[in-house]
């Protein structure tokens, strides 16, 4: 009865989704072998490309790397519960990856995991699966995963965007399902990979699956943003804005806030609409407030679909043209920041081997910005550095930790 129902609301799912497709102009790959429509072929194949796919029509290109010799079964290839990836790790450290890469940005991904566990009793493994996401900028996207705490458990990587999902307990049937999306932000490429966690016996690893299936997007992100940036003119600040692409765009709503919190409309600027070649924007806040102002651009479509640029901080106030770290040394708790005009996706706080160390920012009311790292630091030397997403300069700062 349990596999009837199984079978049933699993058709019934694959109806919805094969309706909303044609509907709403989705993207969907099934990577299980109960279709003829996206196989992967031959089993075993490293690289594989699904051509034309959903509407408008993305191609997607899927690329096996790593550890591939370890590989058994003639995986990957597809089974039915999605692509099987079969691996005989020779110790924990080895592993193999899968990346997704699309033609276009796509919204609204989301993809299946399927039998994430752990099994110390006739085996020897635990499924450790790692999810990195990455825009069109190449800039780490967050995903929103949901998971059976029974069976497995959720941590964060070294990048603040990673989350990896290990193993709890034996699943002999693989069938426990973990969800990951990545719902609004356009997504370039996604890569998933597959090894065995810590928690293991001394010696090889044995035979451990997963498999991945339901690759699904809403649609192509209609407009690619080349760059958003924002200068001081006196008491003024002058924002520049330039797209490589436009399809079904309607206009930009340029909008603004002190404490990163409220952004309040200040403007709007129709778009191109649908554009193959570079369009650029200009837009001029004559009164802007005082302190820092932060400004995002919210590109919204004809259909009214929308889509949130990264946030820049621009100061009118005359100011040094680097930042400025204060108080140096820190208490490594808060660490505070003075500038004229930031990316604020453009900060990176390192450690003196160049290990990333991620943090939130807090807005203040002055030009200048809180940095609170999300893991305590000890005491010696880290860096911060920043790099605008043009390449047209870059800047690194000592900072002293004292406790």
Do not use: C
């Not at 009837?4 to 990577?31: E, K």
């Not at 808060?334 to 990333?356: A, H, M, P, V, Y």
């Amino acid at each position: 009865m349990h596999n009837r129902f199984y079978g049933m609301r699993r058709l019934f799912t694959l109806l919805i989704i094969f309706y909303s497709t044609l509907a709403f102009g989705q993207g969907y790959i099934d990577l299980s072998s109960n279709t003829e429509v996206t196989p992967w072929t031959p089993d075993g194949a490293l690289l594989q490309t699904f051509n034309n796919i959903g509407t408008p029509q993305v191609t997607v290109t899927a690329t096996v790397q790593g550890n591939t010799n370890r590989l058994r079964n003639r995986t990957p290839r597809n089974d039915s519960r999605g692509l099987w990836l079969n691996i005989a790790l020779g110790n924990r450290t080895e592993g193999v990856s899968v990346t997704f890469t699309f033609s276009e940005p796509v919204t609204n991904l989301s993809f299946g995991i399927l039998g994430i566990d752990r099994e110390l009793s006739f085996s020897n493994y635990q499924d450790r699966v790692l999810i990195a996401g990455y825009d069109d900028n190449n800039i780490g996207v967050t995903p929103a995963i949901s998971y059976n705490p029974n069976f497995a458990f959720l941590t964060n990587g070294i990048d603040p965007f990673v989350r990896i999902l290990s193993g709890f307990n034996s699943d002999p049937l693989d069938s426990t399902r973990s969800t990951v999306t990545f719902p609004g932000t356009g997504i370039k490429k996604v890569t998933i990979a597959f090894n065995s966690g810590d928690n293991i016996r001394n010696g090889a690893t044995t035979a451990q699956s997963i498999f991945l299936t339901d690759l699904s997007w809403a649609s192509i992100v209609p407009v690619e943003l080349i760059y958003f940036r924002g200068k001081a003119e006196n008491d003024r600040v002058r924002l520049n804005w330039a797209t490589a692409n436009e399809s079904n765009s309607d206009y930009f709503q340029v909008e603004r806030s002190t404490d990163l919190k409220e952004f309040t409309s200040i403007g709007r600027i129709s778009s191109a609409g649908d554009s193959k070649q570079r369009v650029e924007y200009n837009f001029l806040d004559e009164a802007p407030l005082p302190g820092v102002n932060y400004y995002r651009l919210k590109q919204v479509d004809k259909d009214r679909a929308s889509e949130y640029s990264k946030i820049i901080a621009v100061s009118p106030q005359t100011a040094a043209s680097r930042f400025i770290i204060y108080p140096n040394p820190s208490d490594g708790q808060t660490i505070k920041l003075q500038f004229d005009n930031l990316e604020l996706d453009g900060l990176r706080l390192s450690t003196l081997l160049g290990q990333e160390i991620p943090f939130a920012i807090q807005a203040n009311n002055t030009n200048s910005l809180t940095i609170k790292p999300l893991r305590e630091l000890q005491t010696g030397l880290y860096f911060i550095t920043y790099a605008d997403a043009m390449g047209r300069g870059r800047l690194t700062q000592k900072l002293w930790v004292s406790k």
